[in-house]
């Protein structure tokens, strides 16, 4: 086990990966529910709470403001993201 303090933690990580923590946390939870909308037919709400979302409107804020496109509109396009989907920026 590793005993660096948070702020230490995500300094370093920042440091090593070039985003911070809870962004990549926030990445890491997105890319699965992307995974999700595309393989299964569970409701967007089940989907974001296996990914972490306690309350579906967050998970809705956070896909759209990384993708642009809301959780419901990326399902109805029923297409594959090209290599990755654009960042909103």
């Known amino acids: 086990m590793v005993h660096l303090s948070e702020g230490r933690f995500s300094h370093e990580f920042k440091r090593f990966q070039g985003i911070p923590f809870r962004k990549a946390r926030l990445l890491a939870k997105l890319q699965q529910s992307l995974d999700f909308l595309l393989n299964t037919s569970l409701p ?46």
């Open 44 to 89: 967007i709400a089940k989907i974001a709470e296996t990914v972490g979302y306690a309350e579906t409107g967050k998970f809705y804020k956070a896909f759209r403001s990384v993708y642009g496109i809301s959780p419901s509109e990326f399902r109805g396009a029923n297409g594959r993201p090209d290599e990755q989907l654009p960042m909103a920026g």
